[in-house]
T-cell receptor, first 113, second 109 residues
Framework: DAGVTQSPTHLIKTRGQHVTLRCSPISGHKSVSWYQQVLGQGPQFIFQYYEKEERGRGNFPDRFSARQFPNYSSELNVNALLLGDSALYLC????????????FGPGTRLTVT | EDQVTQSPEALRLQEGESSSLNCSYTVSGLRGLFWYRQDPGKGPEFLFTLYSAGEEKEKERLKATLTKKESFLHITAPKPEDSATYLCAVQAGSYIPTFGRGTSLIVHP
């Protein structure tokens, strides 16, 4: 079975621009979560969706938004990019309703200049 | 606020030299404690979920244990391919997991 896939792999944007990151979960997984990981730190939770409903939201500004589609794929949108948004953005999926046992994708490396 | 502290930050071992990584946590109503392995430039790889004090889980050379305040990841006779960053995370009543900063493990041949 294919794992979690994310696109694009790398992305370079300018301050003030908007970015959309995409994620396809493992087949059969209905829960998708998004994380931001800065170098040298653990992943920081951004959002979790289950069956297209937002289940949890981390401590991120309203510039960050996400949605889940009927096929359970998901998008993370970030508006008005700041230099501090440069990070590895990880998507994880789970077959569990509580989001435990998450399987991560390879991530999207976002650089804001 | 949930807190997770991992120690040591970095650990260097010789091949075959067993050791343990520590994850101390403060959380109200633990629903699950998770261990992940992360290789450079890649997403974390799920290893274990522990739910209650006294629980233990094993996978190859790795064994995870849980008490009311901390979890240990024991690595027995490590090999160079065990080199990675090991992440610990906790989840309480909400759906929001809190990760530690990880322990970077290097195993020398």
């Amino acid at each position: 079975d294919a794992g979690v896939t994310q696109s694009p792999t790398h992305l370079i944007k300018t301050r003030g621009q908007h970015v959309t990151l995409r994620c396809s979960p493992i087949s059969g997984h209905k829960s998708v979560s998004w994380y931001q990981q800065v170098l040298g730190q653990g992943p920081q939770f951004i959002f979790q969706y289950y069956e297209k409903e937002e289940r949890g939201r981390g401590n991120f500004p309203d510039r960050f938004s996400a949605r889940q589609f009927p096929n359970y794929s998901s998008e993370l949108n970030v508006n008005a990019l700041l230099l501090g948004d440069s990070a590895l953005y990880l998507c994880a999926s789970s077959y569990r309703t509580d989001g435990h046992e998450q399987y991560f994708g390879p991530g999207t490396r976002l650089t804001v200049t | 606020e949930d807190q997770v502290t991992q120690s040591p930050e970095a650990l260097r071992l010789q091949e075959g030299e067993s050791s343990s990584l520590n994850c101390s946590y403060t959380v109200s109503g633990l629903r699950g404690l998770f261990w992940y392995r992360q290789d450079p430039g890649k997403g974390p790889e799920f290893l274990f979920t522990l739910y209650s004090a006294g629980e233990e889980k094993e996978k190859e050379r790795l064994k995870a244990t849980l008490t009311k305040k901390e979890s240990f990841l024991h690595i027995t006779a490590p090999k160079p391919e065990d080199s990675a960053t090991y992440l610990c995370a906790v989840q309480a009543g909400s759906y929001i997991p809190t990760f530690g900063r990880g322990t970077s493990l290097i195993v020398h041949p």
